[in-house]
């Protein structure tokens, strides 16, 4: 399925394509059209990819509001829609870095991450280290995942997540020339290694501060630990006081100070 580009539909401000025509809609997106609108950003786009100063990736917004923001990686797969059903069941917004090659194996399950209202950001088409490859091959990571989140999905992403948070001032100027935000984390759940959801539960709340982005998995292995942690994690969160948002909505709303953003690549193995 390839409908109208419904650009931002996601809280963003640019219009939408089919907005001022009575025309027949045309189920067609051509190249030309992806790259123009990849281009096109309304103002709360602007005002993110405003955030990141030249050559940083942000880990945490600023600090001075309760509010933390889940972030799921390397989906869609199966454990998506679970991962879905609990952030209905907990009115959690979410954000989520997808892979290009996954939404394209899974998009039925992208339109409903999409269509749930969470926020989504180009996590490459082929989850490779960016730092290894030649130029030509980051910019086409890149724009390919892109594109297929804005041909799938109907929106254009101004987010973006390196594989293994693996950064270096070449892969950032890539995102910068995409006009994506660069976004990494500062808590790390370690979900990957599938610990017990007791130990996932453990380093979320223990480490969560007022605009922490904390890193967790949709895809990438059976991610049964990571879904029977998420209701224990909000609510443990909650009781503490503190509120969820999306990646966007943190940080247009607390912008991240200088201690909040680096150019630093940050380890992990997913
Ligand atoms: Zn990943």
Known sequence: MVGVIALATRGGDAPTAAQSTTE???????????????QQLGP????LVNIGQTGVSINRAGGGRK?????????????????????????VPATFFVIGANIQANP??????????HEVGVHTWNHKDMTA??????????????????SVGGVASR??????GAVDPAVLKRAED????????????????????????QSAVSQAQPGSIILLHDGGGDRASTVAAIPRIVKELRAKGYEFATVGDLVISDPPGADDMSSESRSTQR
């Open 24 to 38: 027949p809609i045309i189920p067609e997106v051509s190249e030309a059209d992806i790259a123009a609108a990849a």
């Open 44 to 47: 709360r786009d602007q005002e």
């Open 67 to 91: 509010y933390v923001a889940l972030t799921f990686d390397d989906g869609p797969g199966p454990d998506t829609p679970a991962v879905l059903a609990e952030l209905k069941k907990l009115g």
């Open 108 to 117: 039925d399950t992208f339109r409903q991450v999409v269509s749930a209202g």
């Open 133 to 150: 490859l030649k130029p030509a091959e980051q910019k086409s990571e890149i724009e390919t995942a892109a594109g297929e989140i804005l």
């Open 159 to 164: 987010l973006f997540r390196a594989p293994y």
């Open 178 to 201: 995409a006009k994506l935000l660069s976004v990494l984390w500062d808590v790390d759940t370690v979900d990957w290694m599938r610990p017990s959801a007791d130990q996932i539960v």
